[in-house]
């Protein structure tokens, strides 16, 4: 059974720009969430699609959106980037019940550097 | 919003000492999961705790939810170099299902 996949793996950006991100789930999961992770804050929540709506969302801009398609692969894109959004950014799926967590699959994760 | 703070951030500990690590919510969690990531890695779920004052065991790793449900631990006994990671716990509450929220994790580092 094939894991997540994200790509691309490794990303260098410019001030300013923006970048879309990608990340496939394992067959049969519905649930995608994104996270942000940094040294200095660690593992941060910036939102959560299941069966292409946005369920949960963290405290993150505006400059952050995702979305999810009907196959449940999602995309978050970042406008007008900053240096601060140097980050690696995981994408997780997961079988989620509607009342219930369950266990969270994480991709590789993109490497984005702002530059 | 919801906090989740994880104690102790480093941990050094030779190769059979015993690790704990601690994990304390401002809020009560519905439920708890615990995630390792090893240097380079991503984060690899462990255990998902549920109830209130639930244990649950693998192998050498002792997981406890307390009772109020704001509190957890992860214990794990005689350490090997393959434990070398950072630990992560994350909860959820409410009905904000899909959303977890980190602690800061505890990097485990063990001397042979």
């Known amino acids: 059974k094939a894991g997540v996949t994200q790509t691309p793996r490794y990303l260098i950006k410019t001030r300013g720009q923006q970048v879309t991100l990608s990340c496939s789930p394992i067959?049969?999961?519905?649930?995608v969430s994104w996270y942000q992770q940094t040294p200095g804050q660690g593992l941060q929540f910036l939102f959560e699609?299941?069966?292409?709506?946005?369920?949960n969302k963290g405290n993150f801009p505006g400059r952050f959106s995702g979305r999810q398609f009907s196959n449940s692969r999602s995309e978050m894109n970042v406008s007008t980037l900053e240096l601060g959004d140097s980050a690696l950014y995981l994408c997780?799926?997961?079988?989620?019940?509607?009342?219930?967590?369950?266990?969270?699959?994480f991709g590789q994760g993109t490497r984005l550097t702002v530059v | 919003g919801q906090q989740v703070m994880q104690i102790p951030q480093y941990q050094h500990v030779q190769e059979g000492e015993d690790f704990t690590t601690y994990c304390n919510s401002s809020?009560?969690?519905?439920?708890i999961q615990w995630y390792k990531q090893r240097p380079g890695g991503h984060p690899v779920f462990l255990i998902q705790?549920?109830?209130?004052?639930e244990v649950k065991k693998q192998k050498r790793l002792t997981f406890q939810f307390g009772e109020a449900k704001k509190n957890s631990s992860l214990h794990i006994t005689a350490t090997q170099t393959t434990d070398v990671g950072t630990y992560f716990c994350a909860g959820s509450s409410g009905t904000s299902y899909g959303k977890l929220t980190f602690g800061q994790g505890t990097i485990l580092t063990v001397h042979p």
């Open positions: 067959s049969g999961h519905r649930s």
């Open positions: 699609y299941f069966s292409e709506t946005q369920r």
């Open positions: 997780a799926s997961s079988l989620r019940q509607d009342s219930m967590n369950t266990e969270a699959f």
């Open positions: 705790l549920v109830k209130s004052g």
């Open positions: 809020t009560t969690l519905s439920n």
